[in-house]
């Protein structure tokens, strides 16, 4: 019997350099830096290299972008060592490919969502991640959104994200079935800065299943 592939973990909205060794001590796949400024969660490209640094080898660095100038995204591209990029705007196909680096595309799953129209609009994508997010917001709200919008057979890697926490990821990753789970403020003790008692509880619930 093939056993079922392990969920991946990661964690978003990494601010300080400790909170992202704690997040790989813990098991993260991948952590979030966030680049866009009106986020409390933005770091600057200095601050994204001393967490970077900080980090073990093998926890992959994801640079979120919110409807940026090609050239904004190129500058921070150009001193901080991101290895996925993750769109959170209305950015097109062709602009996430630009860059010369694998990307997610975040879709929004408000009343309209539909999964489909990504899967074909981004088919070069390495996954769609799954918010709550839309209009001005960029994700790490804490808000949830109804799983069962969420198509059982997929085309492309599901990266699920919004609201999730210690107390329901369990559920989320039974119900979906997601290759990975995104959480920033559901493992935070303010924005920005994450709990380390929080993160282990979330670990521990992806772990039990």
């Known amino acids: 019997m093939t ?3 392990r969920t991946r973990v990661k964690i978003c909205g990494i601010t300080r350099p400790e909170d ?3 997040a790989a001590e813990l098991g993260a796949d991948a952590i979030g830096l966030v680049f866009h400024p009106p986020s409390p969660r933005y770091v600057s490209a200095d601050a994204a290299c001393r967490i970077i640094t900080a980090l073990p080898p093998f926890v992959t660095t ?3 972008f919110r409807n940026d100038e090609p050239e904004a995204v190129r500058a921070i591209l150009s001193q901080v060592p991101v290895q996925l990029l993750q769109f959170h705007g209305d950015e097109e196909a062709a602009y996430c490919a630009a860059f010369g680096l694998p990307y997610l595309k975040a ?3 408000g009343a309209n969502a539909d999964v489909r129209d990504y899967e074909q609009r981004f088919a070069d994508a390495a996954g769609l ?3 709550s997010h839309g209009g001005d917001k960029m994700g790490g709200s804490g808000q949830g959104f109804d799983w069962a919008k969420i198509p059982a057979e997929r085309r492309k890697p599901l990266i699920l994200a919004g609201g999730l926490h210690p107390g329901n990821v369990a559920a989320a990753i039974r119900q979906v079935r997601p290759q990975a789970v995104d959480v920033s403020s ?4 303010a924005k920005g800065v994450k709990d380390a008692e929080l993160m ?3 670990f521990s619930r992806c772990e039990r299943l």
């Open 3 to 5: 056993p079922t592939p």
């Open 20 to 22: 992202g060794v704690t």
């Open 62 to 64: 994801v640079g979120l």
């Open 107 to 109: 879709v929004p799953m």
């Open 129 to 131: 991640l799954l918010d």
């Open 186 to 189: 559901g493992v935070e003790a």
């Open 200 to 202: 282990r509880a979330f």
